[in-house]
């Protein structure tokens, strides 16, 4: 299946070939290769042919090569995939990534969550005229889902072992194996992508810009913490079937002890009656009055076998195929309780934020969609002359000064009044001391 894209107001569009502009960059996206998709392949964009075996073979190793002969490059990278009707369901498959004029041709023999991302146009800032910039954002969106998908495992690890403390089936067992095989090749793939972005920036057939060159530091970051990752979850899944074998060969060797001990416990009548076969005569059945002795005899033998048995399960105790639980008290139990609720809240969290994530996305690419119409309906309209509002002066009447500066003289007046008058009083209290101090004298 070949479908052309190209590049409108910042956005991918499916076009059919017949609408394609020659003029602009064109991506060419092939899944699901069939026999005619290669035939057109090689003769509508020249490629060689070994090249799209390599593309097409799913232990391929990510790489970068330039083609003398058809004048191409040819960019290789692992990407994860996720496919729930298989055994195992998370694997890796290579993407092939060829560059030729105006053509960017990517070629895949499965559908992955990567290229889905980018024909839904969920990469924000994304450039068809920049080639390297684009072969960056593909590394870069792989990384994500590798990180993505290893928390998924890890979630499912945990969900089976928590199912195996109850019960150990081979159903369970085979879903660790297959968990630990996608792990594996998880880390194989990752590796050889970083190799693939250490060539990615020392070669010189793409021309890199300082913005390309930060997205590889960024990519190269994502690709080592997700490196990290799936060699601890390795690990830890190593450890966890360590340990559940052991568990299992201590059950095999609990129920090999009962086995052993009801061996014991019914050797002595089967010694008893099989010594007497079919040619040695039994005893006690030729005379007339011991008769009754053989039945005395099996009977005590059969007590004897019932005494063994309990002192063998009953006092030594081993008959138990689980071991001894230990008492726990009543808060233990208490906590043990919130703790698998606290799980269990954090899970369905977990699922919820997930699910809302998914609907913010839809909601920004509805939003950004609506925001384009109207935009584009802006455009079309005529623009509309300015209307002259008409604002009208009040007038604001002049102040009175003559009624203040009547206030003024006023109070100016009662001021020269009082001063005059304390004046008086003064010289009078004067005089009236000379005369006093007169008189004295």
């Known amino acids: 299946m070949i479908t052309y894209w190209q590049q409108e107001e910042g956005k991918l569009v499916q076009k059919e070939e017949s609408e394609l502009n020659r003029r602009m960059k064109t991506w060419v996206d092939a899944r699901m290769v069939t026999r005619d998709d290669i035939v057109e392949l090689e003769e509508k964009f020249e490629i060689d042919g070994e090249n799209i075996l390599d593309i097409l073979d799913p232990d391929e190793l990510s790489r970068i090569e330039y083609n003398e002969d058809f004048d191409y490059t040819l960019t290789i990278m692992r990407l994860p995939v996720f496919s729930p009707g298989d055994d195992i369901s998370y694997f890796c498959a290579p993407l092939g990534i060829i560059t030729k004029g105006n053509w960017f041709i990517t070629i895949c023999w499965t559908d992955c969550e990567v290229l889905k991302d980018f024909a839904a146009n969920r990469i924000r800032e994304l450039t068809l005229n920049d080639f390297p910039a684009f072969t960056i954002r593909f590394m870069s969106r792989a990384d994500l889902t590798y990180l993505r998908y290893l928390k998924e495992l890890n979630r499912r690890a945990t969900t089976i072992q928590n199912e195996m403390l109850r019960s150990v089936q081979n159903r369970e067992l085979v879903q660790l194996l297959n968990i630990q095989k996608s792990l594996v090749y998880f880390t194989t ?253």
Not at 243 to 264: D, G, R
Not at 317 to 346: S, Y
Not at 374 to 398: H, R
């Open 189 to 441: 793939s990752l590796k050889s992508n970083q190799m693939l972005l250490e060539k990615f920036r020392k070669t010189k057939l793409f021309k890199l810009d300082e913005e390309d060159v930060d997205w590889l530091d960024d990519v190269e970051i994502d690709n080592r913490q997700a490196m990290e990752m799936a060699d601890t979850y390795t690990n830890i899944m190593a450890q966890m079937n360590d340990s559940f074998s052991s568990v299992l060969s201590n059950n095999l060797n609990i129920v090999m002890k009962t086995m052993t001990a009801w061996n014991l416990v019914l050797m002595m009548p089967t010694l008893v009656t099989s010594f007497f076969g079919a040619n040695v005569p039994l005893p006690w059945s030729g005379e007339t009055g011991w008769k009754w002795m053989g039945v005395v005899w099996v009977s005590v033998l059969c007590v004897l076998s019932a005494i063994m048995g309990w002192f063998m399960f009953m006092k030594h105790k081993f008959n138990t195929f689980e071991e001894k639980k230990k008492p726990v008290k009543l808060n233990q139990h208490r906590a043990a309780r919130k703790e698998k609720k606290v799980i269990a809240r954090v899970e369905k969290a977990a699922d919820r934020y997930e699910k809302l994530e998914q609907r913010l996305e839809k909601e920004k690419i509805a939003l950004e969609k609506a925001a384009l119409s109207v935009v584009n309906k802006g455009k079309s309209l005529p623009e509309k002359a300015p209307v002259k509002v008409k604002t009208e002066e009040k007038k604001v009447p002049a102040p009175v000064k003559k009624e203040e500066e009547s206030d003024d003289k006023k109070a100016s007046g009662k001021g020269k009044a009082k001063s005059t008058n304390h004046k008086k009083k003064s010289s009078k209290k004067k005089t009236s001391r000379k005369k006093g101090n007169s008189s004295k004298k």
